[in-house]
């Protein structure tokens, strides 16, 4: 854990996992811990090379991203929250927390925040095909990996 007093935890899964809801209550029973959205952090620093409209997402500055929360990530504490964790530097993380979803659950996810087809479709695709698992596991040591189950409430409290 180099030299941080608290860890950084990466909780990570395609979208619609539960990723956010999953970080909000760790950092709210937590002592110390932060919720750090890279999302919001993207949009609100302009850390992005424009807008995708076919995705309806922005297209992130990953160097732009790192040297933005290089210095809070490396003080610890963190909960970082992103659709992908290898990015992030091994020497950063002290934790990899995947989610997955059961696909039909997912896919009603999806349809409720009204993805378009192409986006619905490639996010299903990754979740089927474990695609952000095996980016941890290539990324991480095996040892600092935890995969979770995040079908219902049920299984956000008792992760």
């Known amino acids: 854990m180099a030299s941080r007093q608290s860890p950084n935890i ?16 760790i950092a709210a029973q937590s002592s ?18 424009g807008f995708d409209d076919r995705f309806k997402s ?7 991203l790192l040297d ?13 929250d992103w659709h992908a964790c290898d990015l992030f530097p091994e020497s950063w993380i002290d934790l990899v927390v995947v ?3 059961d696909s039909t659950e997912l896919y009603d996810r999806l349809m409720a925040r009204k993805y378009s087809e192409s986006k619905l479709q490639e996010n299903m ?8 698992l095996s ?18 409430t049920d299984d956000l409290e008792a992760n």
């Open 10 to 25: 990466i909780v990570t899964g395609t979208p619609g996992v539960g990723k956010t809801s999953h970080c909000e209550m």
């Open 32 to 49: 110390g811990l932060r919720h750090m959205s890279i999302n919001e952090i993207v949009k609100d620093r302009g850390l992005h090379e």
């Open 58 to 64: 922005f297209i992130v500055d990953e160097d732009k």
């Open 68 to 80: 933005a929360i290089e210095d809070e990530v490396k003080a610890g504490g963190n909960i970082i």
């Open 99 to 101: 989610l997955r979803t």
């Open 125 to 132: 695709d990754a979740e089927i095909m474990q695609v952000i």
């Open 135 to 152: 980016e941890a596991r290539e990324s991480y040591d095996k040892e600092i990996i935890v995969e979770l189950q995040s079908d219902s």
